[in-house]
């Protein structure tokens, strides 16, 4: 009886501290989506804010006791609910119609970002997560992208995280840098919106720096960068194939980790592109997934350990900068020199 109690007590005690983690994370969450409406702080976006928030908080005040169960399911289960919802954005027939250069010059993007930071990430010794993280965020759709792959990898969040954080403040700082470059680059804002969405790291930093310049830069711009984002489900089912079979290979593991929710997505995109779903349901679901993406940053900001952020944090934003310098260039000389 007194084992049975003792259990029951133990069960309890669990279950609340679940229930904290995840209340909390919710909390930082909304406290994201408020903060973002602060003049500046919209170009970051809401994830990137929550993750700030997050790790600010565990810095400060400390996480309760058994909550890291709560803020775990928020920043995995959650995350990949949230992920699927997103799929509903993508009409692959518009993607699909695009001009071939467009989907070829994505295409080139994608390998290239993640060619060139993974091999850097080898070179300045990044750990090999990490570096395909950076890799990865930079080259598809950041947050996103990230937060799509880590599981498939099993990434740690302090990983995740870094990654995260080295892609937003990149993406925010390239968004700036390519509106005053803007008079200057010699392209048309129909080739300046297809630079900025083949080449800036998330959805937010790519109608950052198109918006300014009208609606034939920040169409061109958002259908570009929708054709990278699709590209996630491509991308993680490669990745999580490779990087778990040298992890079967070196560590006698039998199991391949295959991310099932990716499907959900690939279901919601295809769902949305034969018009099944209502358009007012659809902008409901985009916003469920912000509101949920944003709670599971959250989760992940309250899973970082300062120190080992500290420690991680230098040699991924290097790679991450001269890999985004790199990207940049390229996608430039392409436009360039290639008729769109």
């Known amino acids: 009886m007194q084992e049975n109690a003792l259990l029951n007590s133990n069960q309890q005690r669990k279950i609340r501290g679940e229930i904290r983690g995840l209340v909390l994370a919710v909390v930082m969450g909304v406290l994201a989506h408020n903060i973002v409406s602060l003049p500046l702080l919209s170009i970051p976006g809401p994830l990137i804010i929550a993750i700030i928030v997050g790790i600010t908080w565990r810095a400060l005040m400390g996480i309760p006791a058994h909550a890291s169960a709560g803020i775990r399911l928020a920043s995995k289960k959650l995350l990949q609910l949230g992920i699927i919802l997103m799929g509903v954005r993508l009409n692959l027939n518009a993607i699909f119609t695009a001009a071939p250069q467009i989907i070829l010059l994505d295409v080139s993007v994608i390998v290239l970002a993640i060619g060139i930071i993974y091999y850097l990430g080898r070179i ?65 804002l129909k080739e300046y919106g297809i630079f900025a969405g083949a080449t800036l790291h998330e959805v937010a930093h790519v109608v950052a720096a198109s918006q300014p310049f009208g609606s034939a830069a920040a169409d061109m711009a958002i259908l570009t960068k929708l054709g990278r984002v699709a590209m996630i489900v491509p991308v993680t089912l490669v990745t999580s194939f490779w990087f778990n079979l040298r992890n079967k290979e070196k560590s006698g593991i039998n199991e391949i980790t295959i991310p099932w929710f990716i499907f959900g997505f690939i279901a919601m995109s295809c769902l949305n592109t034969v018009g099944i779903i209502d358009r007012k349901l659809v902008s409901l679901m985009l916003q469920a997934s912000a509101v949920i993406l944003t709670v599971a940053m959250a989760g992940m900001g309250l899973s970082v350990n300062l120190k080992m952020f500290k420690r991680m944090g230098q040699k991924a934003f290097l790679i991450g900068i001269i890999g985004s310098v790199i990207i940049s260039i390229a996608g430039f000389l392409a436009i360039r020199i290639i008729s769109f």
């Open 124 to 188: 300045y010794r990044v750990e090999k997560k990490l570096a395909l993280l950076t890799a990865v965020g930079t080259g598809i759709c950041g947050a996103a992208a990230i937060a799509a792959i880590a599981p498939t990898i099993k990434s740690d969040e302090d990983e995740t995280v870094v990654s995260v954080a080295t892609v937003a403040i990149l993406g925010t700082f390239g968004s700036i840098i390519y509106i005053l470059l803007q008079p200057y680059l010699g392209l048309s």
